[in-house]
């Protein structure tokens, strides 16, 4: 191939690249939206801030110390913590390798490569911000966040994508079930143990009383975001899109990421009708969440009809998990993150299975495992410590004043929640 064609084939991958990013990005958006709708309007305007701050937590941390553990290249895990990407600055000579050709030049800017990345490690931090919600002080969230965002997730990141001892074991997880989504339950899980249930949610004779959320169209709005910029994240995985092949590839995972969604919801809203004799919009929205992390570990090989069916197993799934996490271990997860992030992230990884003739069931059973156990075990010894220096549950108080007045001094509501 000519110079003229390789520098061309480099800016349009690193254009779709960056496209990609910022669907993800706007992923951010929608974990807001939905978190948002769900708790109650008195707090409102934390979650919101939780949000916003988390994505600008996990963009410094990565640069800073995350991108370079995740991807140390042929370095010590001490020499890659003030590498290219850091407080040093940042550098980018993959355009010079692509004009000097050969089979190793790259097909995309590294700092596009950075920039997909970080968007990835704040969805998962975004995955823990609504199981803790309406309950945990907002600084003991950001202090976690920082050692989620820049140690904890770019370890087990490294062992699959960064070339680690997962993925050469055989372990695949194409856009992240596992590494992301699962990661970010895993973290979720941790914390709200340690936290405990709201105030109010399981009664002194063993009953469980529904919370509703206060804007249910804004949870809507938020799941329908996330839809779209999974578009990104799973798009995106396939890093290239500027020849004939890969063009049909990432038009197959557009396919089936749309497919898994559409039917994670009608299985879950055809599940909640039978049991709860209504069609619940929340299981119905989570039903679609569930789908599209359960596509994640593989939305390639799969036909449109497979990736339906693991879908549908997803928003299946995410209706026992959240019924069975909320009235059989009592774990009290406002926004059901644990089981549409974390319990189908497992069924994702095992999906992959199904269709992928690399993979095998021991190696996506180890790797479920590892990182679970990792980000689980790491996040709950954090958690420990910062309940033990400075608490992460507010005040009774606080709780029932709701953590907007509280954390933040303000309301998202005021002509609401507030008399005059």
Not at 110 to 131: K, R
Not at 148 to 174: N, R, S, V
Not at 269 to 280: I, M, T
Not at 317 to 344: C, E, K, L, N, Y
Request: glycine share 12%; with cysteine.
């Amino acid at each position: 191939m000519n110079e003229a064609l390789l520098e061309l084939s480099y800016a349009l991958d690193t254009f779709y690249f960056l496209v990609c990013g910022a669907l993800v990005m706007w992923m951010a958006a929608g974990f807001s939206m939905l978190e948002a709708g769900l708790v109650r309007a008195k707090n409102t305007a934390e979650i919101l801030t939780k949000n916003v701050g988390l994505f600008s937590i996990a963009s410094i941390m990565y640069m800073l110390v995350g991108y370079n553990l995740m991807y140390p290249g042929d370095g010590a895990l001490i020499d890659s913590i003030l590498g290219a990407f850091s407080i040093l600055g940042t550098s980018d000579n993959a355009a010079a390798a692509v004009v000097a050709g050969g089979d190793d030049a790259p097909y995309y800017s590294n700092l596009s490569d950075f920039f997909f990345q970080v968007v990835f490690v704040a969805t998962a931090m975004s995955i823990v911000s609504g199981a803790v919600a309406e309950r945990m002080k907002l600084w003991a969230f950001f202090a976690f966040a920082i050692v989620m965002t820049g140690f904890i997730y770019p370890i087990q990141g490294y062992w699959k994508w960064g070339g680690g001892f997962l993925d050469a074991a055989g372990f695949l997880d194409f856009a992240g079930s596992g590494v992301v989504h699962m990661a970010g339950g895993a973290a979720a899980l941790a914390g709200v143990l340690l936290l405990g249930p709201r105030k109010g949610k399981y009664g002194p004779d063993g009953e469980v009383r529904a919370i509703p959320g206060s804007n249910l169209p804004l949870s809507a709005l938020g799941t329908l975001i996330l839809w779209l910029g999974w578009f990104g994240f799973n798009g995106g995985s396939e890093l290239k899109v500027s020849d004939v092949a890969e063009a049909n590839a990432v038009a197959m995972v557009f396919v089936n990421t749309n497919m898994a969604a559409a039917g994670g919801l009608i299985a879950a809203l055809l599940l909640a009708r039978a049991w709860f004799g209504k069609a619940d919009l929340t299981m119905a929205l989570n039903g679609a969440l569930a789908g599209l992390v359960a596509i994640t570990a593989e939305p390639l090989t799969p036909s449109p009809m497979l990736a339906t069916a693991i879908g549908a197993v997803g928003g299946l799934i995410v209706v026992a998990s959240i019924v069975t996490m909320d009235r059989v271990f009592r774990i009290d997860d406002p926004v059901g993150a644990i089981s549409v992030h974390g319990v189908v992230g497992i069924w994702g990884l095992i999906a992959v299975w199904l269709s992928n003739d690399d993979a095998t069931l021991g190696a996506q059973l180890l790797g479920a495992g590892v990182i679970f156990l990792w980000v689980f075990l790491t996040s709950f010894v954090v958690w420990l410590v910062l309940k033990l220096l400075i608490g992460i549950r507010v005040s009774e108080q606080e709780e029932h004043e709701g953590v907007d007045i509280g954390e933040c001094g303000l309301e998202a509501y005021p002509e609401f929640t507030r008399a005059d």
